[in-house]
């Protein structure tokens, strides 16, 4: 199986709320449409120091990740960030990776989402068995 990218929004959930308060205008809500890299051996979403300036995400925290490389690297957790795809969203957090590195879309919001990869067709779909929202298990 190649590559599997996928279009996502996202958005500055901080302005959300504050336009949803009347604080800002909707039409000053910062997001941004990208292609991201379907990692399903990555947790989180990360994004790029580029985009988290675009979208003024503020820095929550520093962890360290582990890259595809095996080095060890600290990087800022930021958001909140609203990430959609298709007819799905979820609220979340990205590590920032350096410079202009390649957005990853994790498991966590892939699960969140409800979202499956088809490999015949490498893509990116919603669950066929639940195509109009999202379904958990909470057991």
Do not use: W
């Not at 996928?6 to 910062?30: F, H, P, Q, T, Y």
């Not at 985009?51 to 095996?70: H, M, N, V, Y």
Request: charged share 25%; glycine share 4%; net charge negative.
């Amino acid at each position: 199986m190649g590559l599997i990218y996928a279009e996502i929004e996202l958005i500055n959930a901080g302005d959300v709320e504050m336009a949803r308060r009347n604080l800002m205008d909707v039409d000053d809500v910062k997001r941004i449409r990208v292609n991201a890299l379907v990692d399903t051996g990555s947790y989180m979403l990360a994004i790029n120091e580029s985009i988290q300036e675009q979208l003024s995400l503020p820095i929550l925290e520093t962890r360290k990740a582990q890259l595809a490389d095996g080095s060890i690297k600290e990087c800022d957790v930021v958001g909140p960030i609203e990430l959609k795809f298709k007819n799905r969203r979820t609220l979340t957090h990205a590590m920032v990776l350096p410079a202009d590195s390649e957005v990853l879309l994790g498991a966590i919001p892939l699960e969140d989402m409800d979202v499956l990869i088809d490999p015949l067709r490498q893509q990116l779909i919603v669950n066929p068995e639940h195509p109009y929202f999202a379904q958990m298990k909470m057991k």
